[in-house]
Structure formats: structure tokens, C-alpha cells
């Protein structure tokens, strides 16, 4: 049943008049035919692949499920709205039962131009609500059940995330607020440290605080999925230590594959597949090329993929793409080419001249430039089938990939919550 949604044609904010209840942008083409490459099969393999999709419960574990404003030029203005719009139908072709959507996270600047402080993320939150309630293909998903249930009537499972905990400040209840809200999954911060611990792009690895391990055990109490893929390394080894529950690195890639810290090394790989938790691979542009791949696409992405598997098992390994339905290459050049005259007073540090303060690493403009899209791995709709054709290519079970593409996240989940 999971490959046939029960789409009535429902639009993102339909109930509301454009230019009149809300700022209107014009939006791209959700999925561009020219950037659309699926990995090709036989006859016999592609009734294989519909099998095992139609079978499999499918689990993308990190997205943003919405469509960008055409130009990028707007989309920071079109943020300041709080509203984004979610791509219903391309995600009702997307072969998904469930979607980890993280929203606007940090670009939720509605109250502020930095973003991460609490008016905005309830705004987000309730934005993204106030339009789930109007349909009836999404359903907001608080119960592993729920995923269950979205894969045998043919609905989507959507699962409200934070990609940082920021907007806590100080405040431990705030997260019961959060769960209480519908939110199930969060990570300790987004690249820069905050009062739960140190973020990957910082100048020195301070590790999870004491006040992040306080937050640490309100969520595992509350049942919240943790999540540390932006942290710096000690961050994340204290966090997979000191977590009663098996946690998640919900998007990022082996380090010993793509020399960033915005990779993991194998060391924390490893501790996080010994405690339980599970690593899923990142798709967002050029950050998982490698050298053997230097070209960004789904082979690059499957040799983080196999690096992973290969270290901690099968069982540990999953699928975290990081896209939208826009043009995600675009915004990153956007971002980094205006950050600076943005008036969020960043300056290089000393010593650290290189690098984008945007993503916390080094960023080639010219080979992003030269990319264009990452092929076969662009959007949500095409990420996680790609990865079931090109596994069913590579010759892995039925068993194998059901695990990969979504079994693995489900186990997960019914651990945490």
C-alpha cells in the first residue's frame, strides 16, 4: 500500500487568498524534469524495485518539505513571512510513508534576523499545523504507529523536528513544551555552540554542558529522538554516552570520506552503531563528494552509505538526504555570497579566514557553481528511490534495503518514543 497516497489535491495555505492573508512569492516548479535522474534498471529490476517500495515502510529522516521562492534572492525575505509551503503533491510521489521535516529550524526569522530564539520556532510550528489540519494526506506523527498506519492507507507520516535546541535558552520545561506540541525529534545545536554544548564550527570542543546534560535527560524522560549532526565531535561522543536512549546523527557522512568537520570520524560513528543509534547519510551539495565520486550524486552518497555499514552494520544505517523542493545549490551560493552584508556583525576570526560562516566550513564557490544539482539526490521525492534502485543494481536483499531506506529509522523510533 505505500506506494499508492491518498492525494486529494490539497495546496499548501488553499484556504487562505494570496496577496491578501499573506505575502506572496512566486514559487519554482517543485521537481525539475532536467534534474530528475533515476538510477536505471532492467524491466525485471524495475518490478522489483516497485515491489520492494510497495512492501517496505520508507523513512527520509531529515528534509524540509517545502518549495522555495524561484528566485533565491527572496527566499530570506520570503522567511520573514513565517510561512513555508509544503510540497503535497511531489511529496505524494515520493515513495516516503514518513518525512522528518525540519522546517525553517534557524531561518525562521520572523522575530529576529538570527533566527533560533522561541517566538519563531512556535510560529514555525504552528504555521506548518494550522496548514496540516486543512488536509488529509499528512498526518502529524507523535506514535511510531502512526508511521504504520500512513504506510497501509496510503498517507504521510510527517514528524515535526528542531535541528537545534537553541531556542530553549536555559529553560529545561521549555522541551515538555515542545513535546507537547508535537514535536519529536531535536538536536543539541546547529553548528554554533550554545547553552547545551559546542557546535562543529567552533574554535575549541567544550563538549555537552551541564545544563545540556540536564536536557539531555528531560528528553530521553519525555521521549524525544536526540539528534547531534551539527556538533562538534566531543559534543557528540558525551551525548552518545550519557543518553539513556540510542540517539541519531539524523543527517551528516564519514569524515574519513570527506575531510570536514561537518563529517564524522569513524570514532564517533562507531560509539554512536555500539550504543544503538543510527547514522543516517546527508545529500545537501558537496557535502558528501568524495574522492572517488568528486562529482556530487548518488554514487558519492552510497560510498558514505557502504563506509558506514562496513563500520557499524547494516542495522545502524539510514537515510537523511537533507533536501527540499528548491534549488538547494543556488541557496547555498546565495547565503554565502550576501552573508556578509546581511548585518548579523559576523567577522573572520583570526586564523580562521577560510571558511563560510554561513555553513561553518570551507565552501568551494566555483565547484558549487559547477554542480548545478546533486544528481539522482536533488529533492525527496527522488532521494529515497534512487537508493532502493541503486541497492537493487549493487545486488542487496529485499531485507537489506528495506532496512536501509526505512526499517532501521522505524526501529528507532519505537525505541525513543
Not at 26 to 35: F, G, V
Not at 46 to 61: T, Y
Not at 402 to 416: A, F, P, S, T
Amino acid at each position: 500500500m505505500g506506494r499508492n497516497k491518498k492525494y486529494d489535491g490539497y495546496r499548501a495555505f488553499q484556504y487562505l487568498e494570496p496577496g491578501r492573508d499573506y505575502r506572496e512569492f512566486k514559487l519554482r516548479k517543485a521537481i525539475l524534469d532536467e534534474w530528475w535522474e533515476p538510477v536505471p534498471l532492467s524491466k525485471t529490476e524495475e518490478e522489483r524495485f516497485e515491489e520492494v517500495m510497495a512492501k517496505s515502510v520508507v523513512m527520509d529522516l531529515h528534509a524540509h518539505a517545502d518549495i522555495s521562492p524561484e528566485d533565491p534572492n527572496e527566499i530570506r525575505d520570503a522567511d520573514r513571512e513565517g510561512r513555508n509551503f509544503i510540497a503535497y503533491e511531489a511529496l505524494s510521489t515520493s515513495g516516503l510513508d514518513c518525512v522528518f521535516d525540519n522546517m525553517q529550524d534557524g531561518s525562521s526569522f520572523a522575530n529576529t534576523k538570527h533566527g533560533w530564539d522561541w517566538n519563531g520556532t512556535i510560529h514555525d510550528l504552528g504555521m506548518h499545523l494550522a496548514d496540516i489540519a486543512k488536509q488529509d494526506f499528512l498526518i502529524h506523527c507523535k506514535r511510531p504507529e502512526d508511521i504504520e498506519i500512513a504506510h497501509r492507507e496510503g498517507k504521510l507520516a510527517w514528524v515535526a523536528v528542531l535541528e537545534s535546541a537553541s531556542c530553549i535558552e536555559n529553560e529545561v520545561n521549555r522541551l515538555d513544551i515542545l513535546y507537547g506540541l508535537g514535536v519529536r525529534s531535536i538536536g543539541i545545536n546547529y553548528s554554533e555552540s550554545n547553552m547545551l554544548g559546542s557546535g562543529l564550527k567552533e574554535h575549541a570542543d567544550g563538549g555537552l554542558t551541564d545544563f545540556g546534560y540536564d536536557a539531555l535527560v528531560r528528553m530521553n524522560k519525555l521521549g524525544l529522538l536526540v539528534d547531534v549532526s551539527h556538533v562538534s565531535d566531543g559534543t557528540a561522543l558525551e551525548t552518545i554516552e550519557l543518553s539513556r536512549d540510542p540517539i541519531i546523527v539524523s543527517h551528516a557522512g564519514a569524515r574519513a570520506l570527506t575531510p570536514t568537520t561537518r563529517m564524522f570520524p569513524d570514532e564517533v560513528i562507531m560509539a554512536l552503531g555500539e550504543r544503538g543509534g543510527l547514522m543516517a547519510i546527508e545529500a545537501a551539495p558537496n557535502l558528501t563528494v568524495t574522492e572517488k565520486h568528486p562529482v556530487h550524486g548518488i554514487d558519492s552518497y552510497m560510498e558514505h552509505i557502504e563506509h558506514c555499514i562496513d563500520l557499524v552494520g547494516i542495522d545502524h544505517v539510514g537515510c537523511g538526504p537533507d533536501t527540499n523542493y528548491g534549488d538547494h545549490v543556488a541557496l547555498y551560493i546565495t547565503n554565502i555570497e550576501r552573508h556578509g552584508q546581511l548585518g548579523l556583525g559576523h567577522y573572520p576570526r583570526p586564523g580562521k579566514e577560510s571558511g563560510s560562516k554561513f555553513l561553518g566550513i570551507d565552501m568551494n564557490l566555483e565547484q558549487l557553481k559547477e554542480l548545478k544539482y546533486v544528481r539522482g539526490m536533488e529533492n525527496p521525492s527522488e532521494c529515497l528511490q534512487n537508493v532502493c534502485r541503486w541497492m537493487i543494481k549493487h545486488g542487496y536483499s529485499d531485507e537489506e534495503i528495506g532496512k536501509i531506506i526505512g526499517k532501521n529509522g522505524l526501529e528507532l523510533v519505537k525505541k525513543v518514543w
